[in-house]
């Protein structure tokens, strides 16, 4: 793992809202570096910001990783990943988009998205299973997680 990523996330409890934004039967996913050795993919999302609301946070994390504008719809599954140094709760939402272009935006705190797509279920089984968000873990086809319901640990 990255130092910095390690330093900034590192040792502490850390929630982060994330959507779910489907485009026909495609899944948009984030690239980031530095998690790990290799590649890691993940639905776009984030921490959530003190006295910042969910709905703001996830509206401000996929502007700022995809371009994308959205508007949140209902509420889908919670899970948490326990591993040292690292310890996130997530909740996820399913989204549309209204606005914005798909491009690969920033993370504010450290340069780690590398590369920002739409992925079939072809392309996502494609990719390690170690280089994928944990949920996908969760469903036996990507269309499952549309009603994933719950709260898993990862």
Known sequence: ??????????????????????Q??????VNHRGLHAGDFWAP???GLGFQESVEECLKREFLEETGLRIAIGRFLF???????????????FEV???????????DPELPIIHDVQFM?????RSIPQDNVHGIFRLV?????????TGFFRI
Request: hydrophobic fraction near 35%.
């Open 44 to 46: 776009p999302g984030g």
């Open 96 to 106: 549309s988009t209204y606005g914005g272009e798909l491009k690969k935006g920033e």
């Open 140 to 148: 036996p086809s990507l269309g499952d997680l549309k009603t994933l």
């Open 24 to 29: 026909d039967d495609q899944l948009l996913m």
């Open 78 to 92: 919670g899970c948490e990943f326990i591993k040292d140094p690292l310890h996130a709760v997530e909740l996820y």
């Open 1 to 22: 793992m990255d130092p910095a990523i390690m330093k900034l996330y590192g040792n502490q409890v850390r929630v982060r809202v994330c959507g779910l934004c489907w």
């Open 120 to 124: 079939s279920p072809a392309m996502l």
